[in-house]
C-alpha cells in the first residue's frame, strides 16, 4: 500500500519541503509522520506548509544579515599564533581549529563554531596561511593565521 504526503521538511532522498510524494504505509505512519517531516495532503497541511515558508525565509534573512556582519569584522583578519618549535621550522604539535577559533575571538571578539574553519589538517609547521571561514552558504571570507615560533 502506498500513502501520499506532502513533504513538511527536507527528506533526504525523498524530496523537498512542498512536493507531494508517495511513500509505503510504514515508512510514513513510522517515520515521516512522527517526526513531523510530512503530512497527509489536505488543505490545512498546504497552509501549514505556507506558514513554514514564510518563517523559514525570515530566519534565512536574519542567518544571512549575521553571517554579513561577522564577514566584515573578519575582513582582512591575521590571526596570530605563537607556537613551540622543534627546529624553528617545524611546530612541537600542530595548531589545529581549537587554537585558530581562540584566536579569532582574542583578536576580533567574533564568536565561532569550529565546524565553520575550514582547515583540512592540522598546521604542522611556522607560516602563514589563508583559512576559509563558511559562515553561510553564500557568505565565506578567507582570514590569514600566522603560526610564529613561541
Same mark, same amino acid.
Given at each position: 500500500?502506498?500513502?501520499?504526503?506532502?513533504?513538511?521538511?527536507?527528506?533526504?532522498?525523498?524530496?523537498?519541503?512542498? %512536493?507531494?510524494?508517495?511513500?509505503?504505509?510504514?515508512?510514513?505512519? +513510522?517515520? *515521516?509522520?512522527?517526526?513531523? *517531516?510530512?503530512?497527509? /495532503?489536505?488543505?490545512?497541511?498546504?497552509?501549514?506548509?505556507?506558514? *513554514?515558508?514564510?518563517?523559514?525565509? %525570515? *530566519?534565512?534573512?536574519?542567518?544571512?544579515?549575521?553571517? +554579513?556582519?561577522?564577514?566584515?569584522?573578519?575582513?582582512?583578519? /591575521?590571526?596570530?599564533?605563537?607556537?613551540?618549535?622543534?627546529?624553528?621550522?617545524?611546530?612541537?604539535?600542530?595548531?589545529?581549529?581549537?587554537? #585558530?577559533?581562540?584566536?579569532?575571538?582574542?583578536?576580533? +571578539?567574533?564568536?565561532?563554531?569550529?565546524?565553520?574553519?575550514?582547515?583540512?589538517?592540522? #598546521?604542522?609547521? /611556522?607560516?602563514?596561511?589563508? #583559512?576559509?571561514?563558511?559562515?553561510?552558504?553564500?557568505?565565506?571570507?578567507?582570514?590569514?593565521?600566522?603560526?610564529?615560533?613561541?
Amino acid at each position: 500500500m502506498a500513502t501520499e504526503l506532502l513533504l513538511l521538511s527536507d527528506v533526504e532522498h525523498l524530496g523537498k519541503a512542498g %512536493e507531494v510524494v508517495t511513500v509505503k504505509d510504514g515508512y510514513a505512519r +513510522n517515520y *515521516l509522520l512522527p517526526q513531523d *517531516l510530512a503530512a497527509p /495532503v489536505t488543505k490545512h497541511a498546504l497552509r501549514r506548509l505556507e506558514k *513554514l515558508r514564510k518563517e523559514r525565509e %525570515e *530566519l534565512a534573512k536574519l542567518q544571512l544579515a549575521e553571517a +554579513n556582519a561577522k564577514a566584515a569584522q573578519l575582513k582582512d583578519a /591575521v590571526i596570530t599564533i605563537k607556537a613551540k618549535t622543534v627546529d624553528g621550522i617545524r611546530l612541537y604539535g600542530s595548531v589545529g581549529v581549537a587554537e #585558530i577559533l581562540a584566536g579569532v575571538k582574542e583578536s576580533k +571578539n567574533v564568536d565561532l563554531d569550529k565546524t565553520q574553519i575550514d582547515l583540512a589538517e592540522p #598546521i604542522r609547521e /611556522v607560516g602563514e596561511f589563508e #583559512i576559509t571561514v563558511k559562515l553561510h552558504a553564500k557568505v565565506a571570507p578567507v582570514i590569514k593565521v600566522a603560526v610564529v615560533e613561541e
